[in-house]
């Protein structure tokens, strides 16, 4: 009598092998993995080799300068970010069946972004402060990078359910929530009119995700998923505010340091353009 054999499947993650999801959290830890080699193996004299400084404008710097990192305090904070939002932003695209989406944003967000940050905010900071010379290091643009980047993948992710007035919703709220963060950090209050601005657009936004289901009866699946869907975007809005907190304090210069505010915008904003235009070259 033969023994009976039953062909099992792989355990998936969102429908990819798990081996697969493995792998690509790997390479998220590879990149926190080099940030710390960086921080422990490499001499103080080629660290300062590696920053940016804006008076000598040495091209390599650009891309080099996101690998240094002023203390291990410095590099710590940087750590957090990145691991938390490159892991949720990661598991947004799983979600959205954009895996190839996040592959190939990756690589461009750590030798692309770091450029482009620094250039912006060299730009920015030699016509609003001419004279000044800064020396700009750390991960933090990148860091706010995928800030841009997980709006972006909420904003696909939505979209495979929803509308595309529910993704514009969504995103005029957040928006509008960011900003208002950004009033209340260096203006001290956020006035009536804008504190308006902000609860409409969580309105719409709740409304949307509520009443502009693509296909669907309401009936408790529906229900179910818009729970699900209100949570799970509560929760990405609040790491995003977690993370406008962190990059944008309200004294940049306190402590006799300088946190360039100019770049972790910059890095929000190309982070988001990067992830966009990587997103119109992969197909799902």
Same mark, same amino acid.
């Given at each position: 009598?033969?023994?009976?054999r039953?062909?099992?499947d792989?355990?998936?993650?969102?429908?990819?092998?798990r081996s697969?999801?493995a792998a690509?959290?790997? !390479?998220?830890a590879?990149v926190?993995l080099?940030?710390?080699?960086?921080? =422990?193996l490499?001499p103080?004299?080629?660290h300062?080799?590696? *920053?940016?400084?804006? !008076?000598?404008?040495?091209?390599?710097?650009?891309?080099?300068?996101?690998?240094?990192?002023?203390d291990?305090?410095?590099?710590? /904070?940087?750590?957090?970010?990145?691991v /938390?939002?490159a892991?949720v932003?990661?598991l947004?695209?799983l979600?959205a069946?954009?895996?190839?989406w996040f592959?190939r944003?990756?690589?461009?967000?750590? +030798?692309v972004?770091?450029v482009?940050?620094n250039?912006t905010?060299?730009?920015i900071?030699?016509?609003?402060?001419?004279g000044?010379?800064?020396?700009s290091?750390? $991960? /933090?643009?990148?860091v706010?990078?995928?800030?841009g $980047?997980?709006?972006?993948?909420v904003?696909?992710?939505l979209?495979?359910t929803?509308?595309r007035e529910t993704? $514009?919703?969504?995103?005029?709220?957040a928006l509008?929530l960011l900003?208002?963060?950004?009033?209340?950090i260096?203006?001290g209050?956020?006035?009536?009119?804008e504190g308006? !601005?902000?609860?409409?657009?969580?309105?719409l936004?709740v409304?949307?995700?509520?009443?502009?289901?693509r296909?669907?009866?309401?009936?408790?699946?529906?229900?179910?998923?818009?729970g699900?869907d209100?949570l799970?975007?509560? +929760?990405v809005?609040? +790491?995003?505010v977690?993370? =406008?907190?962190?990059?944008?304090? !309200?004294d940049?210069t306190a402590?006799?340091t300088f946190?360039?505010?100019?770049?972790?915008?910059?890095?929000?904003?190309?982070?988001?353009?990067?992830? *966009?235009?990587?997103?119109v070259?992969v197909?799902?």
């Amino acid at each position: 009598m033969s023994d009976a054999r039953v062909a099992t499947d792989p355990p998936t993650t969102f429908g990819y092998p798990r081996s697969a999801v493995a792998a690509d959290l790997g !390479a998220i830890a590879v990149v926190a993995l080099v940030l710390v080699g960086v921080e =422990v193996l490499l001499p103080a004299a080629v660290h300062a080799n590696l *920053a940016f400084d804006h !008076a000598a404008l040495a091209p390599h710097t650009l891309l080099t300068a996101a690998y240094v990192h002023a203390d291990s305090t410095h590099l710590l /904070s940087n750590l957090g970010g990145y691991v /938390s939002l490159a892991v949720v932003t990661y598991l947004v695209c799983l979600h959205a069946d954009r895996r190839a989406w996040f592959r190939r944003t990756l690589p461009v967000f750590l +030798l692309v972004l770091p450029v482009a940050v620094n250039l912006t905010s060299y730009a920015i900071l030699e016509t609003r402060f001419p004279g000044a010379s800064p020396v700009s290091r750390g $991960f /933090s643009g990148v860091v706010a990078g995928f800030g841009g $980047f997980l709006l972006a993948a909420v904003g696909v992710n939505l979209r495979r359910t929803y509308s595309r007035e529910t993704v $514009f919703f969504v995103g005029q709220f957040a928006l509008l929530l960011l900003l208002g963060e950004l009033l209340w950090i260096y203006a001290g209050r956020v006035g009536l009119l804008e504190g308006a !601005a902000v609860g409409t657009g969580l309105a719409l936004a709740v409304s949307g995700i509520v009443s502009r289901t693509r296909g669907r009866t309401y009936g408790d699946d529906h229900y179910q998923q818009v729970g699900f869907d209100l949570l799970y975007v509560g +929760l990405v809005f609040a +790491l995003l505010v977690w993370l =406008v907190y962190g990059l944008f304090p !309200a004294d940049p210069t306190a402590n006799g340091t300088f946190t360039n505010i100019f770049a972790h915008g910059a890095g929000f904003v190309e982070g988001g353009l990067l992830a *966009a235009l990587t997103l119109v070259s992969v197909r799902p």
